[in-house]
């Protein structure tokens, strides 16, 4: 008999328009065919009827708890002075702790599944509750979000200007370090998304056994377009862009790789696309041919028009499902190696690889001129996101993790 899920959530996973989202409703989509799926989750906005309504083919019940909110000082006094991370304060909900409980007394769940370090506090909850049904405990940490912020402070440090978010990230990394190593030793089992986030939580547990369910990508829905839809100079980075890792590469890039392609190709164009540009970006907005779109309903057009997808990453872990949304659209990619980091790919096979500002420009002003070398890169980057990377081919993975 197929394990009874639940799923617990931070934000209802529809539309699946960023990381987490994308990962919770296909790993729900596919599993559904052969599970009875429940799910539990927090609701952040007010368009919740038109969410709850398109994972109602996926899900046996659907409860929601609206998410509870801080202020700003309140924010800044936990980040001094709680021993707990950040990440670990932002969904402290009684309503939720509730309604599990209910949830708990009233089906006989095999697994709960805890999706992204913001609901661990809730996995752990479980094991002190007397309830009809006593499942076991599956933590998706969806980054190794300690080294996440690790690099942050690395990367930030070095800049004066940066030095409040480094203290920042030095902080959280030190708290994250104590809060991730527990919720991964207490709960029954780690899934994590790359064979590299599991060696960063080993590093903080050795012992510890991570499965490895690697993102995915629908690759019946990110199809290549025709050839007649490139413009041999237009450049397309997508990604939320009020997330500091994906405004990092866009100010490296714009500011240090993209001028260099304009001494080779003046026209060269730029389009960011992605929700909440921040304010760090405004600069960027005044450079000619450089565009932020905000939010975008379908960003295929966008990754379509593009000779060239780049993936400017310096900051981050986990893997880049925006990446894999590139490779199943047939494009022409070049990538940092941390933009690439945890997806089984190679230099000059699936896309190229580069980490400094001339290295990446010259890879990217060579795809912009040569049809052909794009072309081949194209093909192989199609075939490995559909043949490897589809999420039903990645869903089963994650049985295995039930089943052992």
């Known amino acids: 008999m197929s394990p009874k899920l639940l799923f ?17 409703y296909n790993l729900i989509k596919n599993l559904a065919p052969r599970h009875e799926v429940h799910l539990l989750s927090f609701v952040q906005g007010k368009d919740e009827a038109e969410r709850l309504e398109s994972l109602s083919p996926y899900c046996a019940t ?10 700003t000082v309140h924010r800044a006094l936990s980040v001094l002075f709680s021993s707990s ?13 509730d309604q599990l409980r209910i949830l708990l007394d009233r089906e006989r769940f095999d697994f709960v599944q805890v999706e992204a370090i913001e609901i661990a506090r809730y ?4 094991r002190e509750m007397r309830t009809s049904s006593q499942p076991r405990v599956v933590f998706d940490d969806i980054n190794a979000e300690y080294l996440l912020q690790r690099r942050a402070f690395e990367t930030d440090i070095r800049h004066p200007s940066r030095w409040l978010p480094a203290f920042y990230s030095l902080i959280q990394w030190q708290k994250l370090q104590r809060y991730e190593k527990d919720a991964c030793q207490r709960l029954e089992r780690t899934v994590v998304v790359s064979e590299a986030d599991a060696r960063a939580l080993r590093q903080l547990l050795p012992d510890l056994h991570c499965f490895v369910v690697p993102n995915g990508v629908d690759s019946s829905y990110f199809l290549p377009s025709s050839p007649e839809a490139e413009s041999d100079t237009v450049l397309v980075f997508t990604g939320k862009m009020d997330f500091r890792p994906n405004i990092d590469a866009v100010l490296w890039f714009v500011q240090e790789v993209l001028p260099l392609i304009r001494q080779a ?26 565009n932020l779109t905000g939010y975008v309903s379908d960003v295929r057009p966008y990754v379509a028009e593009a000779a060239v997808y780049v993936v400017p990453l310096r900051v981050g872990g986990g893997t880049r499902l925006k990446l894999m949304e590139a490779m199943a659209m047939g494009k022409a990619i070049v990538s940092t190696s ?19 500002p001339p290295t990446f420009a010259r890879a990217v002003v060579g795809l912009m001129k040569d049809r052909n070398r794009r072309r081949r890169l194209q093909i192989t980057a199609r075939s490995v996101a559909e043949s490897e990377h589809d999420w039903s081919q990645i869903t089963p993975l994650l049985e295995r993790v039930y089943e052992r």
């Open 265 to 290: 190709i003046p026209e060269a164009r730029f389009n960011v696309v992605g929700r909440n540009p921040h304010p760090r970006l405004r600069a960027v907005r005044e450079i000619p041919g450089v």
């Open 338 to 356: 941390l933009g690439c980091e945890g997806i089984d790919v190679s230099h000059q096979r699936e896309l190229l690889i580069a980490d400094d």
């Open 62 to 71: 659907v409860a929601t708890v609206r998410a509870p909110s801080r202020s």
């Open 8 to 24: 617990l959530t931070p934000d209802l996973p529809y539309p699946p328009h960023q990381g987490a989202a994308i990962r919770t």
């Open 123 to 126: 996995g752990l909850a479980i």
């Open 85 to 97: 991370p950040d990440m670990a304060l932002r969904l402290p909900s009684s309503s939720f702790t």
